[in-house]
């Protein structure tokens, strides 16, 4: 129960983040929609974004917590703050020369994220520059913010880390709202924001960081033993923690080769996707991380396949009927949440063709959340760089692929391509996590999985012929004030989730399936 009530923290302040950022992604399309400048920015906005999960919340943290946690429980506190103060030290060293060359190298960046634009000497590729010059310091900003929350989830401190993503969200609607009209070019006050954003969210650790006793002292030393352990794991952790981010910033390179509002229409179906990714995905892999990692250092085994068994039946129960009812339901939540002033009907349709494509993949997304820790706990990196290394080769294929086809056949959509080959690439990574785990005998699936694939996909199949039912006129939809909107998306959400719910308990999902394996 002690693992199922931090997912819940965590979860729940994930969920105040994902709905404030819808909030926020609803400011953005009513006021900037989906046009050239709203790419200039999001591609701005990704590079640093991307950064971060590759490094920050990737990498880094992946490398960073299962020694902390070796540490911890050696029990030497001494010993535990010198290695926080010099991996501190070092990071940030790190992290500031590179953002120097970031911001002074921007346009040499953005070529390599953005080709398109700057092949066809695009008006976008000079102002998203400009923009990735105000953005780029919050990789550095952030890394350092997830060193924080590293040390404040080791020591089971969960909401303070949880909650720090609020700020941005808050940062972006401030700035749109209140700086974008003073500014010569409006869109630029958002990379103003996503600035502040990064002190806002590294000053926020440093109560908590305080109260633990554990405020870093920053000390450079690259020959510190535990910098260099950690230093070793990050080299091949960069593929294999981050291969989702690595694909979708692919899709977005391609994307701009495509037509105008290719890139936002990603952006806002992604941003859809994030929210489950969010709320379930996320907050698993940061409760089981210290957990796993503190029983592999204890030595046990059949717990530490307990709790990974755990998280995957507690992944599957959630995310099948997730993926079901965000397909389903994808034009809805667009016109609910974007579609007024500047965001089109046409931007619904075509931002929902690849928000369905990013659904069909929503349950390997999280089962990559769930299983990748299952390595890096044990400090095993070699073998989620060979698996990542296969994903990434797959979606590229896929993507050239799926695009090319789309293209071939006057597809309207054939940004759709890209976030398809993104979740097949998914699955082919999942797998072959899943397979190496219980090839090496470290995961060991419970009974009761076939009862439980059985209840979870025949309730998904009746709340999804149910959300078919209820939203099946689009029109009525798109012709609706905001008022009915929100009213008809909660109804059809509630009575989904109420009759998958039911259906599950009818088919046989009990509590155990929900607690056994979460301490």
Same mark, same amino acid.
């Given at each position: 129960?002690?693992?199922?009530?931090?997912?819940?923290?965590?979860?729940?302040?994930?969920?105040?983040?994902?709905?404030?950022?819808?909030?926020?992604?609803?400011?953005?399309?009513?006021?900037?929609?989906?046009?050239?400048?709203?790419?200039?920015?999001?591609?701005?906005?990704?590079?640093?974004?991307?950064?971060?999960?590759?490094?920050?919340?990737?990498?880094?943290?992946?490398?960073?917590?299962?020694?902390?946690?070796?540490?911890?429980?050696?029990?030497?506190?001494?010993?535990?703050?010198?290695?926080?103060?010099?991996?501190?030290?070092?990071?940030?060293?790190?992290?500031?020369?590179?953002?120097?060359?970031?911001?002074?190298?921007?346009?040499?960046?953005?070529?390599?994220?953005?080709?398109?634009?700057?092949?066809?000497?695009?008006?976008?590729?000079?102002?998203?520059?400009?923009?990735?010059?105000?953005?780029?310091?919050?990789?550095?900003?952030?890394?350092?913010?997830?060193?924080?929350?590293?040390?404040?989830?080791?020591?089971?401190?969960?909401?303070?880390?949880?909650?720090?993503?609020?700020?941005?969200?808050?940062? *972006?609607?401030?700035?749109?709202? $209140? @700086?974008?009209?003073? /500014?010569? =070019?409006?869109?630029? +006050? &958002? #990379?103003?924001?996503? !600035?502040?954003?990064?002190?806002?969210?590294?000053?926020?650790?440093?109560?908590?960081?305080?109260?633990?006793?554990?405020?870093?002292?920053?000390?450079?030393?690259?020959?510190?033993?535990?910098?260099?352990?950690?230093?070793?794991?990050?080299?091949?952790?960069?593929?294999?923690?981050?291969?989702?981010?690595?694909?979708?910033?692919?899709?977005?390179?391609?994307?701009?080769?495509?037509?105008?509002?290719?890139?936002?229409? *990603?952006?806002?179906?992604?941003? $859809? @996707?994030?929210?489950? /990714?969010? =709320?379930?995905?996320? +907050? &698993? #892999?940061?409760?089981? !991380?210290?957990?796993?990692?503190?029983?592999?250092?204890?030595?046990?085994?059949?717990?530490?396949?307990?709790?990974?068994?755990?998280?995957?039946?507690?992944?599957?129960?959630?995310?099948?009927?997730?993926?079901?009812?965000?397909?389903?339901?994808?034009?809805?939540?667009?016109?609910?949440?974007?579609?007024?002033?500047?965001?089109?009907?046409?931007?619904?349709?075509?931002?929902?063709?690849?928000?369905?494509?990013?659904?069909?993949?929503?349950?390997?997304?999280?089962?990559?959340?769930? /299983?990748?820790?299952?390595?890096? +706990?044990?400090?095993?990196?070699?073998?989620?760089?060979?698996?990542?290394?296969?994903?990434?080769?797959?979606?590229?294929?896929?993507?050239?692929?799926?695009?090319?086809?789309?293209?071939?056949?006057?597809?309207?959509?054939?940004?759709?391509?890209?976030?398809?080959?993104?979740?097949?690439?998914?699955?082919?990574?999942?797998?072959?996590?899943?397979?190496?785990?219980?090839?090496?005998?470290?995961?060991?699936?419970?009974?009761?999985?076939?009862?439980?694939?059985?209840?979870?996909?025949?309730?998904?199949?009746?709340?999804?012929?149910?959300?078919?039912?209820?939203?099946?006129?689009?029109?009525?939809?798109?012709?609706?004030?905001?008022?009915?909107?929100?009213?008809?998306?909660?109804?059809?959400?509630?009575?989904?989730?109420?009759?998958?719910?039911?259906?599950?308990?009818?088919?046989?999902?009990?509590?155990?399936?929900?607690?056994?394996?979460?301490?």
């Amino acid at each position: 129960m002690r693992l199922l009530k931090f997912t819940a923290t965590v979860g729940s302040a994930t969920l105040l983040s994902r709905l404030l950022g819808f909030v926020r992604d609803v400011v953005l399309a009513r006021i900037f929609g989906a046009s050239g400048a709203t790419d200039a920015f999001f591609l701005a906005f990704r590079i640093p974004n991307f950064m971060r999960r590759l490094f920050a919340e990737g990498s880094f943290s992946l490398a960073f917590v299962p020694v902390l946690s070796e540490y911890k429980a050696n029990g030497d506190r001494e010993a535990l703050r010198d290695l926080i103060d010099h991996v501190t030290g070092t990071l940030a060293a790190i992290l500031l020369v590179l953002t120097a060359v970031g911001v002074f190298a921007a346009p040499l960046v953005l070529s390599v994220f953005a080709p398109g634009w700057l092949a066809d000497n695009r008006p976008e590729f000079t102002l998203s520059a400009g923009m990735l010059r105000i953005t780029f310091p919050y990789i550095m900003l952030i890394s350092l913010t997830a060193l924080a929350g590293g040390i404040l989830n080791t020591f089971e401190r969960f909401l303070v880390p949880a909650l720090t993503p609020v700020l941005l969200n808050l940062s *972006l609607i401030a700035a749109a709202l $209140l @700086l974008a009209e003073y /500014l010569e =070019v409006p869109i630029t +006050a &958002l #990379a103003w924001g996503v !600035l502040v954003a990064g002190f806002a969210q590294l000053l926020l650790q440093v109560p908590a960081l305080m109260r633990l006793g554990l405020m870093p002292r920053p000390r450079w030393d690259w020959h510190h033993a535990g910098v260099r352990r950690i230093m070793k794991l990050m080299i091949p952790t960069l593929f294999g923690s981050s291969v989702a981010q690595v694909n979708l910033l692919v899709d977005s390179i391609i994307a701009t080769f495509l037509v105008t509002g290719s890139v936002s229409w *990603l952006y806002y179906s992604d941003r $859809l @996707l994030e929210f489950p /990714l969010g =709320v379930l995905g996320i +907050a &698993l #892999a940061t409760v089981i !991380l210290p957990s796993l990692s503190k029983k592999h250092a204890t030595a046990s085994g059949a717990e530490f396949s307990a709790t990974l068994d755990w998280a995957l039946r507690l992944a599957l129960i959630i995310t099948v009927p997730a993926a079901v009812g965000l397909a389903i339901l994808a034009e809805p939540i667009l016109i609910t949440l974007f579609q007024y002033d500047a965001f089109k009907p046409a931007d619904v349709h075509m931002s929902a063709l690849s928000l369905v494509a990013y659904a069909a993949g929503l349950p390997a997304f999280i089962a990559v959340k769930v /299983l990748a820790p299952g390595y890096y +706990a044990r400090q095993d990196t070699r073998t989620p760089v060979k698996i990542a290394v296969a994903a990434m080769v797959s979606n590229m294929v896929l993507n050239l692929l799926f695009v090319g086809l789309l293209l071939y056949r006057g597809f309207e959509g054939p940004h759709a391509g890209l976030a398809l080959a993104s979740s097949l690439a998914a699955y082919l990574n999942a797998i072959l996590l899943y397979r190496g785990l219980r090839k090496c005998k470290v995961y060991v699936p419970e009974h009761g999985w076939f009862r439980l694939w059985v209840a979870v996909i025949l309730a998904s199949t009746v709340m999804g012929a149910l959300l078919v039912f209820m939203t099946r006129d689009i029109g009525t939809w798109l012709q609706a004030d905001v008022t009915v909107r929100v009213k008809n998306l909660t109804l059809a959400i509630t009575f989904g989730v109420i009759i998958y719910i039911f259906t599950t308990m009818v088919t046989g999902i009990k509590k155990h399936d929900l607690v056994r394996g979460a301490k």
